[in-house]
């Protein structure tokens, strides 16, 4: 008798805990006799490419990936069936929709079901293809932490426990020379991971998105703390973070196959608004990138990103397509994939969160 189908995607950015994900997946449906694993390779792009690139998964194949970063079935973030890329001959690009075909390549694969992992714009397309009949399940991921469905996403925490172990070694160095060091980490939208992070390590001062800071209030607080004697003083900055009335600083403009726009290097605009608005002290900026998205999963990451895995598929087992696993007041929850993808999960100003880093003498330029 023929097994049915699932078959495994892993879409946008990577993120610490996906092959967790995917080894909960595999193990779970193991013990159905009549379910098999398959893996689409670099998000749908493995099916809809000619010919197709999907891997059946096997024991062999997951064993032990739950302690790995990345995803054993690569990922990228320049493969939306709902508006695809594809390059001119004039080198130009244009975007098509390729929804249907993949929605056909599907039936001619004989896939049962669809376990989509991946951030906010992976479970638009699921939902997409949900409408189009796919019988699909979301599993959320991301380091930013920015889907407001769930409580946490595997990958976050991992990533705070890099950017405070960064953060650690800076201060000790700023201690030293008297500096003014801004540390700059990832978070477009949304300021979760300089948030916990500034706490952790202790920052002086942290900037996220949702707070647009005042730099004379920032250099104010900065020169305070000279004034005691303490004489250094430390920064976490969320890429996304801006200044009062001010844009987001991007690298680069958005090239046309690009799914978003390229943030970083905020860091070093900062160190020279500060020089304008008067900072005496002597300044450096590192930023952290895409240090925070490798490596080994801390392990509250890979129990949830395994949580997720086995839950997805149970969602399979018992037919509850449309909808995504999620994690809210420490339980392991569906909700339908339209309400996921309807709003994000931004930092709350008024929230006790940000009310304790004040407390603890965190400003946050505003
Ligand atoms: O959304 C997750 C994220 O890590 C953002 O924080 C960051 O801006 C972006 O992905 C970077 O994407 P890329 O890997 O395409 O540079």
Redesign the pocket.
Known sequence: MDKKKVLVLTG??DCPGLNAVIRGIFKRAKKEKDWEVLGSIEAFNGVMKEPVDVVRLTSKKVAGIHIKGGTILKTT?KGNPLSYPVQKEDGTWENIDKTDMLVERLKQLGIEAVINIG?DGSQLISQALYEKGVNIIGVPK???NDLSATDFTFGFRTAVQIATDSFDKLVTTAESHHRVMIMEV???DAGWIALHTAIAGGAELCLIPEIPYDIHKVVNHINKRYKKGKGFANIVIA?GAKPKGGEVFQKEAKLKHEE?V???GVAYLLSRQLKDAGCQAEIREAVLG?VQ?GGTPIAFDRILATLFGVKAFEMVLDREFGNMVCYRGNKICTVSLKEATSTYNFVDKDSYLIKAARGVGISFGD
Request: aromatic letters at 0%; glycine letters at 30%; zero cysteines.
């Open positions: 946008g950015g973030n951030g991301t380091i930013d990832m978070g477009r890429e978003h390229r943030l970083g895409h998205r």
